[in-house]
């Protein structure tokens, strides 16, 4: 069974400059998350999709963060336009559909390490 | 403030030693997940906990959720290289509510 697929895995860019990362989540998984792991932290939930309805983006900085999952399988994260603090690894996940309350395994992929000078 | 507290931040041992992390909330825990990360890498699922008193191993890897549901540790037995890498708790805190993940403990094993 193929994984969760991110690309890039590593971009660069200067700030007040855009990016946008993809995700391709296990097949047949329902719900797919977005976290931001900045260094030295553990993960933060930016946004969570089930099929292609969000869920939860309480946590997204929706001023200059947007992302779309529009057929209920492929997603994107865009930044538009990126900050200094926007530096960190982006992680895309997916589990099954999640009841509220059940305890659906994440199945994560390898990141996107953004760095913004 | 982080809803999910681990100690120790960092651990260095000696290889064949045991260690313990553990991982704190001030709420109750509905489903207590163990991830390990590998610099550059996505989290590795290790194993979920969900009653309180519960305890699961693999391999070396021993995991129990307390009584109050609301501390869980993590044990390793005879440390190898292979179990360096960063440790991270998640769960949910209220039901219902997505997940939050502990800052992680970062383990080194020293050959």
């Known amino acids: 069974e193929a994984g969760v697929a991110q690309s890039p895995r590593y971009k660069i860019i200067e700030k007040r400059q855009s990016v946008a990362f993809w995700c391709n989540p296990i097949?047949?998984?329902?719900?797919l998350y977005w976290y931001q792991q900045i260094l030295g932290q553990g993960p933060k939930l930016l946004i969570q999709?089930?099929?292609?309805?969000?869920?939860?983006d309480s946590q997204l900085p929706k001023d200059r963060f947007s992302a779309e999952r529009l057929k209920g399988v492929d997603s994107t994260l865009k930044i538009q336009p990126a900050k200094l603090e926007d530096s960190a690894v982006y992680l895309c996940a997916s589990s099954v559909l999640r009841d509220r309350g059940s305890y659906n395994e994440q199945f994560f992929g390898p990141g996107t390490r953004l760095t913004v000078l | 403030s982080q809803e999910l507290e681990q100690s120790p931040q960092s651990l260095i041992v000696q290889e064949g030693k045991n260690l313990t992390i553990n991982c704190t909330s001030s709420k109750t825990l509905y489903g207590l997940y163990w991830y390990k990360q590998k610099y550059g890498e996505g989290l590795i699922f290790l194993m979920m906990l969900q009653k309180g008193g519960e305890e699961k191993s693999h391999e070396k890897i021993t995991a129990k959720l307390d009584e109050k549901k609301q501390q869980s540790s993590l044990h390793i037995t005879a440390s190898q290289p292979s179990h360096a890498g960063i440790y991270l708790c998640?769960?949910?805190?209220?039901?219902?509510?997505?997940?939050?993940f502990g800052p992680g403990t970062r383990l080194s094993v020293l050959p």
């Open positions: 097949s047949g998984h329902a719900t």
């Open positions: 999709f089930q099929n292609n309805g969000v869920v939860d």
């Open positions: 998640g769960a949910r805190i209220n039901y219902g509510q997505n997940f939050v």
